[in-house]
């Protein structure tokens, strides 16, 4: 006989089900049913847009390709020994890697700021509180044309500041090194109205009677900052630094709409190539394998990111 | 380590005091409570000398130096608060040395410190164990030691007992009263348990409505509550207020029942009178005195409590005698014995007659102390 199902069963009750449960054959055959109609749909779902396209990049890797992505010749891992002994892959494997270096350690550094000056309280802060956290709700396309006003030669924003202060006139986004910083200030600037409002709720939650209690014990508030605040929020702090990392790993609307991966390839970051070369060149195999090397610096750095960073991680 | 205490006062909203006019003198070594019942203020004016609330009005000297306005880390204080505010991610020696690090002592002596304060908490074994392993009893005393280990001689607490359960809660009243003496700490104690303030405190002040009702030692107070508030907020079973009139000049009628005489007239006008459940002798009905009709019936062991109604409706709060089984609807005699309050209109003590007050007409006092 099966037993009724509550959706919550208390922990001792459950424990009792189990007991009473028939050990047979049908008691876990019933089981398999009900795990497989929760995973089924999720299974389904990940199986055709994630596994399927991993494994069919995989495969495409080892093959060279005609012009519609049909494997022709296989190849092995020439695709990769090729990349590996281009000094233009070389190249934007380090614009990638100073790209998101400098993202991360801007958006946690910016985020980190504002939202400790959001928790303050001041007159009008809820004002702020939506500002901060207002690119949230801006989509790339609309944040990039506010950027290229910004930093557009001359017309730009930035250029009229500068010649009226009698700055020299800069060419953004057709210098390489400054349509890095463009690009980098961009993406830093979309990445923080998520980044806020996690640090934000993060600081919220740490109590208040334990900076009153530094104080008494005579912390001054930058002391305060860096021996409570830091390490109360560590764990939101550890998990922003994961996102933003492989985000800005993945970014890609920015950089498409700002500099098409220009001026002479400097902002031509790893997920720009595979862009590139698949769907502009058509070299699938050549794109396949740049997407398995992406995929695997990904996974090593967010694996080093919890072997080292999580120790500092303080979770209550 | 003296703290004085002039005509404090805070606001948050422009004549909305949420305390007003506060004096007291705390000497030096003294265990001094701050009593009154939740949102009295009294958390309120702890922050105001820890100097974590800023004050609106008056002066705050400690050791005769005015630090009305001086941040808290300046006025060498220390501080126990109710949740005990300790740093989960760090361990019970680091928690404890926050303060001194903070300071930048030498690491020698954050050391040598630390483990005195420890070992007089008794929680060496525990000092690498971060908070979240240790019991609610433990973490207090963690946050004890870190109060002991910054050497301040002025030490806040604020309900550092309330989160303990019953039984510790009363060993550790000792501990902190025999850690207080050891080390010639001036404590001043914020609590809402009137039993914890008066086991405890040298001196207790009492708030509430935002004002200072009394400041006076425990068997001040018990005995000579400035008015109703504090009669009836300390001593258990709680006083019993009834309703009076003094209708002649000497003659007092409670609760439209019982008559006092007066040695001393008193203006003809209504009063409350005070009487403890242990100030009343509880009689067999029948023997002339006046009765009333038993309630509700309390066993407490030791005691038996009587919720009883006077004739007129007044409630009465008695302590049986021992052996009697009392059941509600049972008639029973009072006779009032022990000592007797009378407060104005306004709920001022006016006279306190003590001892054997005799019931009726013919009532004698033993001996009368006038407070108007």
């Known amino acids: ?316 | 380590m003296s703290i004085e205490l002039s005509g404090l006062g805070k606001t948050y909203q422009p004549d909305e005091w949420v305390l007003h006019d506060v004096s007291a003198r705390i000497a030096s070594g003294e265990f001094f409570a701050i009593v009154g019942p939740s949102g009295c203020g009294k958390s309120t004016l702890l922050r105001m000398i820890a100097g974590l609330t800023p004050i609106t009005a008056g002066n705050l000297k400690i050791n005769g130096r005015v630090v009305t306005d001086l941040p808290p880390k300046e006025r060498q204080l220390t501080m126990v608060f109710q949740s005990y505010a300790l740093f989960p991610f760090l361990s019970v020696q680091a928690n404890v040395a926050f303060g001194l690090k903070a300071r930048k002592f030498p690491p020698a002596e954050i050391d040598q410190r630390v483990t005195r304060a420890i070992q007089l908490v008794d929680l060496t074994a525990f000092r690498d164990r971060k908070p979240r392993d240790l019991s609610g009893g433990q973490r207090q005393r963690v946050a004890l030691a870190r109060a002991i280990a910054s050497e301040a001689k002025l030490c806040l607490m604020d309900e550092p007992l309330s989160n303990l359960d019953a039984q510790l809660r009363v060993k550790m009243r000792t501990e902190l009263r025999r850690l207080q003496q050891q080390l010639g700490l001036t404590v001043i104690y914020v609590t809402h348990d009137q039993v914890e303030a008066m086991t405890m405190a040298d001196h207790i002040m009492v708030l509430h409505d935002h004002q200072v009702q009394q400041i006076g030692t425990p068997l001040d107070l018990y005995h000579h509550p400035a008015n109703t508030f504090v009669g009836s907020f300390f001593g258990a079973p709680r006083m019993n207020l009834l309703p009076a009139r003094v209708s002649e000049a000497t003659e007092l009628t409670l609760a439209q029942t019982l008559k006092v005489a007066l040695p001393r007239p008193l203006p003809v006008a209504d009063y409350t009178v005070g009487i403890r459940p242990n100030a009343i002798t509880v009689l067999p009905a029948g023997t002339g005195a006046p009765c009333a009709t038993v309630q509700t019936v309390e066993y407490l062991g030791a005691q038996t409590l009587l919720e009883t109604q006077l004739p007129d409706g007044t409630a009465l709060e008695l302590i049986g005698v021992a052996p009697a089984d009392y059941r509600p609807g049972d008639r029973v005699a009072v006779q009032l014995t022990g000592t007797l309050y009378v407060f104005d209109a306004q709920g001022r003590a006016r006279m306190t007659l003590e001892g054997g007050v005799v019931h009726g007409n013919d009532a004698q006092t033993v001996s009368v102390a006038d407070q108007s």
């Open chain 1, 1 to 316: 006989m099966e037993m009724t199902h509550k959706p919550f069963p208390s922990p001792t009750k459950a424990k009792s089900v189990a007991k009473e449960r028939p050990r047979g054959f049908n008691g876990h055959r019933h089981d398999k049913y009900v795990a497989a109609a929760f995973l089924g749909p999720s299974l389904v779902v990940l199986g055709i847009f994630v596994f399927y396209p991993m494994l069919k990049t995989l495969y495409l890797s080892l093959f060279l390709t005609n012009n519609v992505g049909r494997p022709t010749v296989f190849v092995g891992l020439k695709n990769y020994g090729t990349l590996l002994a281009s000094s233009a892959y070389r190249a934007s494997f380090q614009a990638t890697l100073i790209y998101v270096f400098s993202v991360v350690v801007l958006t946690l550094t910016v985020g980190v700021l504002l939202a400790q000056a959001a928790v303050q309280k001041l007159a009008g802060i809820r004002w702020f509180r939506t500002i901060f956290s207002a690119t949230m709700g801006v989509s790339v396309s609309v944040a990039a044309i506010f950027w290229l006003f910004i930093f557009s030669p001359s017309v730009g924003l930035l250029d009229q500041l500068a010649a009226s202060l009698h700055l020299p006139v800069i060419n953004w986004l057709t210098t390489p090194g400054w349509a890095m910083v463009a690009i980098i200030v961009s993406t830093v600037w979309m990445n923080l109205g998520f980044t806020f409002l996690i640090l934000f709720g993060a600081l919220q939650m740490v109590p208040t009677t334990l900076y009153d209690a530094a104080a008494v014990e005579g912390a001054s508030p930058r002391y305060q900052f860096l021996h409570v605040t830091l390490p109360m929020i560590s764990p939101t702090l550890f998990f922003t630094a994961t996102v933003t990392l492989i985000g800005a790993f993945k970014s890609f609307g920015l950089i498409d709409l700002m500099t098409a991966g220009g001026p002479n390839n400097a902002t031509n970051l790893m997920v720009y190539q595979v862009y590139r070369d698949a769907f502009l060149t058509g070299n699938y195999g050549q794109a396949s394998a740049e997407s398995m090397i992406l995929a695997v610096v990904i996974a090593g750095l967010t694996w080093v990111q919890f072997k080292f960073l999580e120790k500092r991680v303080t979770y209550e």
